[in-house]
């Protein structure tokens, strides 16, 4: 999967609208302006097409667990140059659901996907440690689909 195909579920998951869509950017410490973020949202065919880096993603996901969660106050050290990979999106996108391991357990049941206790847990290892099982992009994809099946059942309700 591509950034950009990440991004654009993530935007069609959270049914907001593009200023949020900004506002989420910004509170994940990257400024993007709004043409830019609609240059990211186009298909890869058309000539208004812009690529997002790993950057803007992560930002974007750090930005969501603001959203979702509300601002941390901690200090953290967005400086990084951490090169996302499937298993830390998965484990950004986990945090800002607050998902519980019955959570995701149902949502990879809504996409057909049994997996175990083992499967599951190696999924979100650190990555060099002995059970750690890389995440290929066919999982992060139906994980994907299976969160915006299953995305009502997860809304608080206030």
Known sequence: MTNNNILISCYKLLGVDETTMVEIFKLGGFE?????????????DDKEFLDCG????????????????????????????????NNLILKKLRIAYELKEADLYAIFQAVEIDITKSELSSLFRKEGT???????????????EGLTICESNFKKVN
Do not use: H, M, W
Request: hydrophobic content about 35%; overall charge positive; glycine content about 6%.
């Open 54 to 85: 790993y950057a803007a993603l992560g930002a974007f996901l750090d930005g969501l667990i603001a959203y979702k969660r509300g601002e941390n106050n901690k200090k953290t050290s967005n400086n990084q140059e951490v090169r996302l990979n």
């Open 130 to 144: 002995k059970n750690y099982r890389s995440c290929p992009d066919s999982i992060l994809k139906l994980f994907l």
């Open 32 to 44: 993007v302006k709004p043409n830019t973020l609609s240059g990211y949202l186009k298909d890869l």
